[in-house]
C-alpha cells in the first residue's frame, strides 16, 4: 500500500506564492511519474505539472512560467512551488504518483488565491 500525504495549501493573496508538498510511502517499487492535479468548484480535475523518474517536466499553459514541480529522490517527495498566484488558482491539489500500472492519489490540500 502507497499513501500520498500533501501538505502546504493555504490562504494567500494574489501575487504571494505557496509551496507543496507531497510525501509518499509504503511499498513503492517504482516511479513512473509524479504529478499535481487541481480541481476546482464545478470543474473537472486538471492535470497542472508533472515530473517524471528521469526529471523531465511539463506544465499546463496557465502555470507556465510560475509553477515550478521538483522531487527529492531520497525523501520521496514532490514540491510544487507556486508564485505570482492568480485567483483562478483557487482550487484542491492532489499529488498523483504514477507507478504503472498502479496509480495513487493523495487526500489533496486546498489553495485559495484571494484577489
Known amino acids: 500500500q502507497v499513501h500520498l500525504v500533501e501538505s502546504g495549501g493555504g490562504l494567500v493573496q494574489a501575487g504571494g506564492s505557496l509551496r507543496l508538498s507531497c510525501a509518499a510511502s509504503?511499498?513503492?517499487?517504482?516511479?513512473?511519474?509524479l504529478s499535481w492535479y487541481r480541481q476546482a468548484p464545478g470543474k473537472q480535475r486538471e492535470l497542472v505539472a508533472t515530473?517524471?523518474?528521469?526529471?523531465?517536466?511539463n506544465y499546463v499553459d496557465s502555470v507556465k512560467g510560475r509553477f515550478t514541480i521538483s522531487r527529492d529522490n531520497a525523501k520521496n517527495t514532490v514540491y510544487l512551488q507556486m508564485n505570482s498566484l492568480k485567483p483562478e488558482d483557487t482550487a484542491v491539489y492532489y499529488c498523483?504518483?504514477?507507478?504503472?500500472?498502479?496509480?495513487?492519489w493523495g487526500q489533496g490540500t486546498q489553495v485559495t488565491v484571494s484577489s
Open positions: 498523483n504518483l504514477d507507478s504503472n500500472p498502479y496509480v495513487y
Open positions: 515530473i517524471t523518474a528521469r526529471g523531465s517536466t
Open positions: 509504503g511499498s513503492i517499487f517504482r516511479i513512473n511519474a
